[in-house]
């Protein structure tokens, strides 16, 4: 059997992906560092988007994924599912609260650096694209297998949330640029 | 760490990001090339929705507006299955289905078509396949409308449908169009889909043994969704 195509979300995606607040992952007992994410999404004008669809997919604090087929053993958390889905608001702001995911394990043995699983949804998009969020002050970002494969420097910054303290909260600016000079990393996979 | 792989996304299904038909997708689709990675565990395991607990009627579009009375239009009953490309049915997997009305008009602040709202019918609905794959909704037949796109520009009637299936590889959003509707050949975002076969999948085909006597008329539309390479390790524990 063949895949079924992709078609775009269109303009009126709320109706049907966004009339539940879906932003929220992390509630006061969560483990982990309390985090938001936040950002727009540009397009080839450089012009922020109003209606981007945004959703992440994360490990919890420990670096285990929500789903059977994560058999790690490490501490669980049935309450915190890993997912959420943001539309975009009156300033086209995508926004997120989180934890900052743990370490999850890569190809062989290796280590993957704490990251988010992105999909970008749009007006204007026939097929989503993935990429993925990246923690700026990340020590284990130089030894990362997937951002090892980008050998320029300009284009794995695209998929570096840089770290910003306000008002006493912790959050990581990620914009997401569809097109252009700074275009994001998306990936095959 | 050994992972069970999905098959490659299949381009010759899907649209490329740029296609110039579809005006908007010119300035929004990426141009770089996409950068392969072997798939982990960030990309074989997703959401499963297994803790969201579907109130009563939410896969009947005609009666979920909360006004207690029913929508305007021509009750269809669509039903279909979701299977992964090895035709292994995906039980369990939530799908998120949006719609005009039957005027053509979507019950949101940013469609400004000169076409009337139906106070009973927001266009919106939630179900679940069960153990076989299998899902049903009941909602009135969508409208076609004008578009910006090109001079003339008419959406043929659709359903817009997301599925998630078992990862985050397998995540879709698709349209689901009506058999010999007359607008299909002239819209630029169903002929965005490469191959004829992909664009005929998309169209769903009357299925009279759905067809409710004296109520609705039944449509199918089958979903496939990426499957995963044929491993060893391909009994999974659920």
């Known amino acids: 059997m063949k895949q079924t195509p992709s078609q775009t979300v269109g303009p009126f995606y709320a109706i049907g992906l966004t009339r539940r607040a879906m932003s929220v992952l992390a509630t006061d007992t969560t483990e982990g560092l309390p985090i938001r994410i936040e950002g727009r999404v540009f397009d080839g004008d450089g012009k922020p988007i109003p209606d981007a669809l945004v959703e992440v997919w994360q490990a919890n604090a420990y670096g285990r994924y929500n789903h059977p087929d994560d058999k790690q053993e490490k501490p669980f958390d049935p309450k915190f599912t890993g997912w959420g889905r943001s539309g975009t608001d009156k300033n086209c702001f995508y926004r997120f609260d989180t934890v900052k995911p743990g370490p999850v394990p890569g190809p062989g043995e290796s280590v993957q650096a704490p990251h988010i699983n992105v999909v970008v949804f749009a007006r204007g998009m026939l097929l989503h694209a993935y990429t993925r969020i990246y923690f700026s002050d990340e020590p284990l970002n130089q030894t990362d297998p997937v951002l090892n494969l980008i050998k320029n420097k300009a284009r794995r910054a695209t998929l570096m949330a840089a770290r910003e303290e306000q008002a006493g909260r912790t959050v990581y600016h990620f914009d997401i640029r569809l097109q252009g000079k700074n275009e994001t990393v998306f990936f095959d996979m | ?238």
């Not at chain 2, 740029?18 to 996409?34: A, D, E, I, M, N």
């Not at chain 2, 409208?143 to 796109?149: D, I, Q, R, S, T």
């Not at chain 2, 520009?153 to 349209?175: D, E, K, N, Y």
Request: net charge positive; with cysteine; glycine share 8%.
């Open chain 2, 1 to 238: 760490m050994q992972i069970p792989q999905y098959k490659a996304r299949d381009w010759k299904s899907h649209p490329p990001y740029v296609f110039k038909g579809y005006g908007s997708s010119v300035k929004r689709g990426p141009h770089k090339k996409l950068v392969p990675i072997k798939q982990t565990l960030s990309e074989v395991t997703g959401p499963l929705f297994s803790e969201v607990k579907l109130e009563p009627g939410e896969n009947d579009l005609t009666r979920n507006a909360d006004t207690g009375k029913e929508a305007m239009g021509e009750r269809i009953i669509v039903v279909g299955k979701v299977l992964d490309e090895n035709e292994k049915p995906i039980p369990n997997t939530l799908i998120e289905i949006w719609q005009a009305n039957a005027a053509g008009r979507y019950h949101h602040p940013v469609d400004q078509h000169n076409a009337p709202l139906d106070p009973n019918f927001i266009g919106a609905g939630r179900c679940v396949t069960n153990e076989k794959g299998e899902y049903r909704y009941l909602t009135i037949k969508p409208g076609a409308y004008p578009w910006l796109n090109h001079p003339n520009a008419w959406r043929p009637a659709h359903i817009h449908l997301s599925i998630f299936g078992p990862g985050f590889a397998t995540r879709l959003v698709t349209q689901m169009y009506f058999p010999r509707d007359p607008l299909i050949p002239l819209d630029p975002i169903l002929n965005s889909v490469p191959s004829k076969s992909g664009r005929e999948r998309l169209i769903s085909s009357y299925a009279h043994n759905v067809t409710e006597p004296e109520f609705a008329l039944g449509y199918r539309f089958d979903i496939v969704l990426r499957g995963r390479k044929s491993t060893p390790f391909e009994e999974r524990r659920r």
